[in-house]
């Protein structure tokens, strides 16, 4: 079974602060994906990776940072959380080829800066 | 990507087949329809794909339209749990990752 793991379900840091979320897959997946969803946005993709120490930015990169030293492991960084950054964070991966193949998603991390 | 239509809401009632329709006319020809649900608070759930031929999993059957611009999502025998908002997505076979969900159908499953 396809296990996509998120290091916390619920998160509550201060403005300013330096925040890690951590995403885990075990299906040797290549790519994976950072997005954020917020109520009438829908899913908004902040960053994705296509292999180890690769990174490419997606929609709304300003103020994140990613990390892929292992091919299991993608980590988000907000490198000084700010209000706006209150969200849903939801991690994906997918196989490369064959391209058709979906993205399994984790289970999301709330997270509320306040 | 083909625009999806989906309706805003549906119920089925506890252990009958719902069925959940999706329009997409302007599919092309290298396209996948892609179903994925979203219970309350938890990640979406990816639950199965097709491209011209019907597809059957553990979890569900997809119907694809001869013409491939309809679909429809059949969860056999539906429980509570079952209970969420279903997304239909139609997306090219390559070059582009970035997933974007539209507003889905909330099914409601009644005991």
């Known amino acids: 079974d396809v296990k996509v793991t998120q290091s916390s379900r619920y998160l509550v840091k201060r403005t300013g602060e330096k925040v890690f979320l951590e995403c885990v897959q075990d299906?040797?997946?290549?790519?994976m994906f950072w997005y954020r969803q917020d109520p009438g946005l829908g899913l908004r993709l902040i960053y994705f990776?296509?292999?180890?120490?690769?990174?490419e930015k997606g929609d709304i990169p300003e103020g994140y940072s990613v990390s892929r030293e292992k091919k299991e492991r993608f980590s988000l960084i907000l490198e000084s959380a700010s209000t706006n950054q209150t969200s849903m964070y939801l991690c994906a991966s997918s196989l490369d080829r064959p391209s058709n193949q979906p993205q399994h998603f984790g289970d999301g991390t709330r997270l509320s800066i306040l | 990507d083909a625009k999806t239509t989906q309706p805003t809401s549906m119920d089925c009632a506890e252990g009958r087949a719902a069925n959940l329709p999706c329009n997409h006319s302007t599919i092309s020809g290298n396209e996948y329809v892609y179903w994925y649900r979203q219970i309350h608070s938890q990640g979406p759930q990816y639950i199965i794909h097709g491209l011209k031929n019907n597809e059957t999993n553990e979890m569900a059957s997809l119907i694809i339209t001869e013409d491939r611009k309809s679909s429809t999502l059949i969860l056999p025998h539906a429980t509570l749990r079952d209970t969420a908002v279903y997304y239909c997505i139609v997306r090219v076979t390559f070059g582009n990752e970035k997933l974007t969900f539209g507003t889905g159908t909330r099914l409601t499953i009644i005991p």
């Open positions: 990776s296509y292999d180890v120490k690769m990174k």
């Open positions: 299906m040797d997946h290549e790519n």
